[in-house]
């Protein structure tokens, strides 16, 4: 690995270019940031069409029979994965888990030989989660042209199939999104889920996005969308809110523990509780990314109430990820594909 | 999580019941204990039908074909993990492995919202293993109607798929379970496999079952069926004995390993070897769960012997798993599906 | 287990016996020890046509369709079991993957109960890697005539997929064995790739075999083919070569660190740089077993020049390895086939 800095050529504006392809056709998904209204709405669509009941068949096709997925997490996670996992194997690809962490990246090989290496294996989609900045667009940026990358978490800064199941839960609940104000709480700071979601609610043109957080984690400025306000207090956050997001502290990535609130200091003054829902619009709904803290970020029981659309947000991840890797497929162009 | 004892509010009684739909097919697996003779003998009837020889192809259907059926082992398993893994395959459905374990499981979330996630992705059987008493069957009972849960091992107390092999490896050797004499021998206390494969074989008639233990590894009253006798020489337990079924000791449950005899000592008074078979019944067969430690709960060279059919309770472990997997499954009915 | 003394019982001899069936054909792959020529050409050709551009979907076929390949892996792994993965995929097969390490084989189940197990669960071949010699021998002398197993790395004797791959790599470049000179540069003493590529190379008649090392890294007398030079000066090792192949440090294989030279100073006296090139034959090509440290054992530049033709080892891997799973799938004639 030439070293970390290196990671940092791929500035917003490279991102954007690299993820698209000479004809305007998603070509990696890295970012949230310039993404098109038109690529979003394609992708909320065909996402829709992946979409069954619970207690029906999950939809299935050949779209990606023959293909490799893998994925490259070199952060842990469960539900992401097994989101990608199953939406590869639902369009009938075969999935590859790599079980790679950081150590064994320090064990010598460098990250591109890794991607070299799958490269030559003829993996065609690459699904990876890193906790330093960059390294997505890094892969994108020096692979081969028969390779897809997806950004499955980056860092802080971005998450950008957790904002489009965010905006198909959203859609699917509100239908506009040019009369939506939508209230997320929390750690503004660390989140790449406030940071995807928040610049793919501006593009979809939600007039009032409201991002609110403690005095300490507070976000840097420039680092997310500038509609977007940043406010500290709950209740007038959430007033009138269409939409209602905690987050969960992002202790992984907090460098001074002592900065943050105590658990019962937090949930006093920024868990989202049943007695603010009358706060906000009277159809309010109420998401969560997850992994959630009951009892932290948001009381247990309006986790679980009418208003909670936490679930809906799980089945449309399968969906939504089904629906990139049918778009990002159709740009590799197979020489042997008519 | 809500907590541990939430666990245990899930008695016998309501696990019959959960495990049960209302026209009396299997809903769930989760104990041994009450479920019918009828239950069992239809499941072993329909793993024969899953048996082909060593040396021939495994049988395979398509019976779970666009099913997904996913591990939650918070205790480590290779073995029973496999046997899954495979009988979903051979039944066509997708396989999940979630690797999860107690730590992960603090980090946050809990147990039921992992379940939620899981049901959201449409999984349709969920396969637990846990070291606490109770966690099965919360789940079933706090699951939708389109997820079944089966039992992979819980705490001391329950391992179904472990007993119905059992079952089906016995009756393929000595058909009539009426006139039989079996001798499980070791750490009683500890085993979930005494518990179950006891509790199978008192509803199919089985009128001699005999548990031999060293005192200090004595079953609590009422933890096991009171027609089992509870023993502590080996000699007499054996005696006249159609199945003997050594197991090993649970050194991952004893919380003071002081109360249990040394490796020698075990051996000496416990393990069972070549030489007892004279004392059993002519054709008296020698089972054992595994993993096996020879030399130990067993003389290496009777695990290899005539008598043995240890390799036999492995592969219809596979077969015992696909007739439950089978099982479920019709219970769980697509509103798509007729 | 019987201890580690009994994995030594199978002599090279016996290996030899032990990889052909009765009427010589490959039954496992267990050493490139006295394979045939023939044998070699038939896995090669077999791999090319298992072989399609980077670009074009990879060959696909039915050949291990209800077929099941398991990995026993007791050394980490992510490049090597990756490849064999992907191999049994592209093939029909299903695929176990085994959480193994030497630790789950300490807690007390031997290494041949885990082989019974999966030869009772009906796996067709499995794939073994492991830190101690003799263990796939071993395997294979014991499991059923049902079962083949394929070596994947055995302690510092032997690696023969790879020697595979590496020859294919050779013959797509070179044409003609008969006049080749290779030069094999590193831990000689301590690596598998070393021993079955030399062994490989001599049974296809390549005339000049030199293997390059550091004085404290040479190989004991008898280990290595006795047709290869030891030298220990790069520049004379790697005059006129036809293809050089730098290999890296086994330090998880070296019991003394303290013999072996520093990073700065292994790459001074025998890391290959580009400025090395000129005294090689003028269309050598560089070669790399993976994983690879730029800047250690080659220069990072030269690992990416027009000569280098690692990603090709790489692409090569996954052929030899499908056309080794299709050659020893015959032998294993299900008693129901034609």
Redesign the interface.
């Known amino acids: 690995m030439s070293g970390t800095r290196s990671f940092l050529i791929a500035s917003t504006a490279e991102q954007t270019d690299l993820q698209l392809d000479s004809q305007g056709n998603l070509r990696h998904l890295l970012t949230m940031h310039n993404l098109e209204q038109q690529h979003i709405t394609m992708l909320l669509d065909k996402a829709e069409t992946y979409l ?7 939809v ?1 096709s050949t779209t990606l029979q ?1 293909r ?1 997925v893998a994925s490259l997490f070199f952060e ?1 996670s ?2 992401t994965r ?2 990608f ?2 939406a590869a ?2 369009l009938g690809a ?1 999935f ?1 888990n ?3 962490n950081t150590s ?1 990246r320090r ?4 990250l591109l ?2 991607v ?7 993996v065609d989609v690459l699904i990876v989660r890193d906790a330093q900045t960059g390294v997505p667009a890094y892969i994108a940026n020096h692979a ?3 390779i897809s990358v997806l950004n499955a978490g980056e860092s802080t800064i971005a998450h950008p199939t957790q904002a489009l199941l965010d905006l198909l839960t959203i859609r699917q609940q509100k239908k506009d999104f040019e009369k939506l104000t939508v209230a997320i709480i929390g750690d503004i700071k660390h989140s790449r889920v406030a940071r995807s979601t928040s610049e793919a609610l501006v593009t979809m043109g939600a007039p009032d996005i409201r991002l609110i957080c403690p005095e300490s984690l507070t976000p840097e400025k420039g680092t997310l969308p500038s509609q977007a306000k940043i406010l500290h207090n709950v209740r007038d956050g959430i007033s009138n809110a269409d939409v209602i997001m905690p987050l ?1 502290i992002q202790r992984e990535r907090i460098e001074n523990l002592a900065d943050i609130p105590t658990v019962d200091q937090y949930y006093a003054n920024y868990g989202l509780k049943s007695s603010h829902m009358s706060l906000a619009a009277p159809d309010a709904i109420v998401m969560h990314p ?5 009892g ?1 970020e948001i009381e247990s029981k309006l986790a679980d109430s009418a208003a909670s659309v ?3 947000q ?2 449309n ?2 969906a939504v990820r089904m629906a990139v890797l049918a778009a990002v497929i159709k740009s590799l162009n ?4 008519k």
């Open positions: 069954s009941d619970i207690g029906k068949k999950p299935r023959g490799t842990p469960t539900r097994t989101s996992e199953l194997h639902r075969d590859l790599l079980n790679v064994s064990k010598g090989e460098s030989d890794t070299y290496t799958l490269q030559a294996m003829q081969n042209e028969f969960r997850g992994p959630m803290n009951r932290i936490i679930q809906e799980v089945k991840g399968v197979y020489k042997d594909s």
